[in-house]
């Protein structure tokens, strides 16, 4: 998700979940999809290379600070708060509604990892498809033997 803070000006892209699966996500192809977005992003909302561009500290966005930053826009690592985080936060929302989680509020109800985890541990088989499977930690996880 990105904001022009002055104008209201935002664009926002969607990592696959597939990319954080398998393969996929050893490789780390959601850096380089995160990447893409965020230069479709800078192209759409016509970003120069003298205007600030704040990115969130997150590892998924680490690509971006550094291929922005090789590039020469000028990037500022930040903690993205306020409006921006609340816009940000809820197109995911609306990204689990699309993908079939739930609805709205069933979604907004899984707010921390633990609901989530529950959630998805309540209908293993049918919602396994949901979560980073690639993470080291998802075989424990999913036994419900792990503490988070």
């Known amino acids: ?21 398998g393969a996929m996500f050893k490789e780390k192809q959601y850096l380089e999809k ?6 479709e992003g800078v192209e759409r909302l016509e970003i120069s290379k003298e ?8 590892y998924i966005l680490s690509k971006i ?3 922005m930053e090789m590039r020469g826009y000028m990037i500022v690592t930040a903690k993205i708060t306020g409006r921006t985080q609340a816009l940000a936060e809820r197109e995911f929302k ?4 699309r993908m079939g989680v739930g609805d ?30 690639g993470w080291k930690s998802w075989p424990r996880l999913k036994k419900g033997t792990g503490s988070t």
């Open 65 to 67: 600070r550094d291929e």
């Open 34 to 39: 995160a990447l893409e977005i965020a230069l």
């Open 104 to 133: 709205e509020e069933a979604v907004a109800g899984m707010r921390s990892f633990d609901a989530f985890l529950s959630w998805v541990l309540d209908d293993l088989e049918n919602r396994e498809r949901f979560v980073k499977t």
């Open 1 to 21: 998700m990105m904001r022009r803070v002055e104008t209201g000006e935002r664009y926002s892209g969607e990592v696959p979940l597939e990319l954080f699966q």
């Open 51 to 58: 205007e600030p561009i704040h990115v969130c500290s997150g």
């Open 94 to 97: 609306r990204s689990l509604v």
